[in-house]
């Protein structure tokens, strides 16, 4: 075809230079909410120590989309999802389509998300090491042209470890990995009792969470198999890194106060910034003194993400 | 239990007086994005002749959720609802339950879509007969504790009839009805050749599209199963109108410049207007010659209306 339109970006291979616009990104970072991946792109903005021109300021990329929320600070994009698989699944065809007309190489996506848990309390941050359905199942199920086909959701593996390695003993929370399930639905797709409908009972649901408990589920969400089986399909790299807001083991509703959930959601930002930041010192695109949190990492865990690190590029 | 968290509507019946708030709706109306429903709060609005007190102004009642947009003017709610099944399905378990908490009596959903045509040019309204999956199955699937369970995805017949018969001859444009196929993705899912990943041909895709649109099938979109499904299975009487933006059978890209999209996007918004106006106009909550444009309405139409919303309340 002439011209490739994103139709759900607001952006073309003919209409933009996307080549200059987005040649230089590295790190794909998804969340669900526009707020919070604005909020993202400012925080690795400071992080990174990435400068504006005097008298500019973030913008929404994606603005006239009203759909998606789109942010650049160098080499990072900032970008929001939605909820559920349909919603990530447009974006992500969408965003592989921009890297490829881009010439991006070896591009490395982030999910940061929001969770229930499932035996952790709310404030874990949980790395999803693959996953799973409703039924367990690894794969992300898809109609294609009225045909079932199947996609493996998986991972990889050993970003996995480099994102665990960074975990700082000093912070007042687990960081753990596990099977995510993921789900077309909150409420009695999540075994929930409180939704509009439900036909089950309190035993039906702590039977079922039990079980894909024994299975190696740690959390739920709604977005993890389209981002595994779609990043892994296209041979990206890539991650979910979800904060728990409840343990499912103790109830439904997402109780806690907003200060808190909004903490809460710092923390997965917080391991994906130092991720980032210790690519960029690594490949010498800033500088090792430049801003600070250097210095709270052991030499331990800096080894490890430093011999880990070369297999990029 | 004690009280009930909206949590992606920022809003519970402990911590709101959704009886006071939400008591006097009668119409909700539903569509994808934040600006789009902004824009059709004011457009009932002027149709309905509703005023806002001295020196106040329409709010976004959901402001807080970065989910979701919620607009109220008098009997009318205007919601965004995102993209694909989970997003719609999260809002409708939760508007579901806002209107049984607010004791809203015998409400009416709309949902006003885009949508790709099967057989039809850009620009045309489509009123759902039913809604079928990407396997024609009029369902929606859901894998509630592990087990696949089937709702069926019925919408209203008369309300069918009903916003068929406000249908303008005057408009340059069609109004039909028929089956609309709802999907999990927009690419491979709804036989797109143009996505990220794409494993078959062109005459796979036609061959395809020929069958289902023989089946009855005249769009193609990504919310109708979820919003039939569920407000069939609440008793709630709903109807999705969708107008297309490309005609599938001749091409995969929505390619119509912003303006033409623009004015096409208005044209579900117009009937579902006339519909909601007529309706106040014979419950005497608005006047006859208030606002103009029932002049435009043929006799025949307007007896039909008043009969068949004999049913209502």
Redesign the interface.
């Known amino acids: ?1 002439d011209q ?2 994103l ?2 970006l607001t952006l073309g291979s003919g209409s933009h230079d996307l080549v200059e616009m987005f040649g230089d990104v590295k790190f794909v970072c998804f969340g ?5 991946m604005e909020q993202f792109a400012h925080t690795i903005m400071a992080e990174i120590g990435h400068k504006l021109p005097c008298g500019t300021t973030l913008q929404d990329i994606c603005q006239f989309s ?2 998606y929320a789109m942010y650049k600070v160098g080499p990072v994009l900032s970008i929001s999802h ?6 990530v ?2 974006l ?3 965003v ?2 921009l890297m ?1 007309h881009a010439k991006v190489r070896d591009p490395v996506f982030f999910r940061i998300g929001t969770c229930g848990g499932i035996g952790y309390e709310g404030g874990t941050v949980v790395i999803s090491e693959e996953a799973v ?4 199942r690894n794969v992300l199920e ?7 086909i199947q996609r493996p959701a998986k991972l990889d593996r050993r970003l996995v470890r480099e994102l665990k390695g960074l975990a700082d003993p000093e912070e007042p929370y687990d960081i753990v990995t596990g099977k995510t399930m993921c ?7 999540q ?1 929930r009792l ?4 439900c ?2 009972t309190e035993a ?2 702590m ?2 969470l039990e ?2 408990h024994k299975h190696g589920v740690v959390n739920i969400e ?1 977005e993890s198999l389209a981002f595994a089986a ?1 990043t892994h ?2 041979g990206i790299k890539a991650a979910v890194v979800c904060v728990t807001l409840l343990d499912r083991l103790k109830g439904d ?3 806690s106060p907003k200060e808190v959930l909004d903490e809460w959601q710092q923390r997965p930002t917080k391991l994906i910034c130092r991720y980032i930041k210790r690519y960029l010192q690594l490949k010498g695109r800033i500088s090792l003194d430049g801003h600070g949190s250097i210095a709270v990492m052991s030499p331990r865990r800096f080894k490890l993400v430093q011999q880990e690190s070369e297999t990029y590029d």
Chains 1, 2 share one sequence.
């Not at 669900?32 to 919070?36: D, E, H, M, V, W």
């Not at 359905?133 to 367990?136: C, F, I, V, Y």
């Not at 898809?142 to 079932?148: A, C, E, N, Q, R």
């Not at 789900?183 to 797709?189: C, K, P, R, V």
């Open positions: 075809m490739d339109i139709y759900h669900g909410t526009p707020k919070r009203y759909r939605g909820m559920g698989i349909p919603s699944g447009i992500l065809h969408e592989i389509k490829y359905d409703g039924a367990l898809l109609t294609v042209l009225g045909k079932t789900t077309y639905d909150f409420y009695e797709g075994g409180d939704g509009a409908f036909d089950f039906d649901k039977e079922y079980r894909v709604m779609l399909h296209a509703q997402v109780l």
